[in-house]
């Protein structure tokens, strides 16, 4: 089955407490995205990667760090996270042809105390 | 800089209305048109795609692009209950990155 997942799907940590969010796809996506979704908001591109060890900013990519070592993996670090990091976070990959739609993992909610 | 507008809502109609869902963008260069649904906690799943200027239906799902206006809709006929969810309109720019809109809340009344 094609599919994005994410782990840990929910976590509860403390400031300051490194952790790592982790994405795999299986459908030899070059692209994949991780977005926060906050309510207002809307989603919003955190880091977006168009193939291995190719990587840019999105609109909010402060406080996060991304590594794209291999086209199936795209993990998602928070290196001291802070309570502004309380999110809902998606990661998404898509292929290159059309229509080219996002295809997203299930979520992470993360609570930083 | 680039944006994706749809109205917040919330959204009421009946059950058995039509639900229109709107959006406006500011990227004259954008070319595909995406419409997702998205229920409380859970992720994005896309209904609807469109690239040209006109009317594209699917089921109960009509998808309409008028380019000139820089607008996009969705229209849900036939409304249920299930349908109750944010739907988010998303478009891709001129350089390729996907922009969301911040969704509207459709709520279909029993």
């Known amino acids: 089955e094609a599919q994005v997942t994410q782990n840990p799907r929910y976590l509860i940590t403390v400031t300051g407490k490194k952790l790592t969010v982790t994405c795999s796809q299986n459908?030899?996506?070059?692209?994949m995205s991780w977005y926060r979704q906050d309510p207002g908001l809307g989603l919003r591109q955190i880091y977006y990667?168009?193939?291995?060890?190719?990587?840019d900013k999105g609109d909010v990519p402060e406080g996060y760090k991304v590594s794209r070592k291999e086209k199936r993996n795209f993990p998602l670090i928070l290196e001291s996270p802070s309570p502004n990091q309380t999110s809902l976070y998606f990661c998404a990959s898509r292929g290159q042809g059309a229509p080219g739609e996002l295809f997203f993992g299930e979520g992470s909610r993360l609570t930083v105390l | 800089q680039k944006e994706v507008e749809q109205n917040s809502g919330p959204l009421s109609v009946p059950e058995g209305a039509i639900a229109s869902l709107n959006c406006t963008y500011s990227d004259r260069g954008s070319q595909s048109f995406f419409w997702y649904r998205q229920y409380s906690g859970k992720s994005p799943e896309l209904i609807m795609f469109?690239?040209?200027?006109g009317d594209k239906e699917d089921g109960r799902f009509t998808a309409q692009l008028n380019k000139a206006s820089q607008y996009v809709s969705l229209l849900i006929r036939d409304s249920q209950p299930s349908d109750s969810a944010t739907y988010l309109c998303a478009v891709r720019g001129s350089q390729g990155n996907l922009i969301f809109g911040k969704g509207t809340k459709l709520s279909v009344k029993p």
């Open positions: 990667s168009m193939n291995v060890e190719v990587t």
């Open positions: 469109i690239y040209s200027n």
């Open positions: 459908m030899n996506h070059e692209y």
